[in-house]
Nanobody
Framework: QLQLVESGGGLVQPGGSLRLSCAASGFSMSYYAIGWFRQAPGKEREMVSCIKLNGGSTNYADSVKGRFTISRDNAKNTVYLQMNSLKPEDTAIYYC????????????????WGLGTQVTVSS
């Protein structure tokens, strides 16, 4: 069974930081690009960031550029999203998703998804 599990979400004050983790089981992440998506209440799901299979190419949404950093540790079969300078607008359920090789902004291109982790930014 192929599975992705997100963790690390929670409550944080504006300006604070969180690190999300996406752990894979049942398959190796070595040949997969991993994307982070988020969905806020009443909003469409959007891509936040993506990392190519070798970690050499990354993408970020304009809204998080300079604040979020995506990284991967294939030996641990885990991808991370370091989120700094968090804003209330970052409040959402965050999902990780996997597809072969290269990143895509189209959520339909990702066949494997986690169930999400809640991030709430509030004072």
């Amino acid at each position: 069974q192929l599975q992705l599990v997100e963790s690390g979400g929670g409550l944080v004050q504006p300006g604070g930081s969180l690190r999300l983790s996406c752990a894979a089981s049942g398959f190796s992440m070595s040949y997969y690009a991993i994307g982070w998506f988020r969905q806020a209440p009443g909003k469409e799901r959007e891509m936040v960031s993506c990392i190519k299979l070798n970690g050499g190419s990354t993408n970020y949404a304009d809204s998080v550029k300079g604040r979020f950093t995506i990284s991967r540790d294939n030996a641990k079969n885990t991808v991370y999203l370091q989120m700094n300078s968090l804003k209330p607008e970052d409040t959402a359920i965050y999902y990780c998703a996997a597809k072969f090789y290269t990143c895509s902004g189209d959520e339909g291109a990702y066949p494997y998804w986690g169930l999400g982790t809640q991030v709430t930014v509030s004072s």
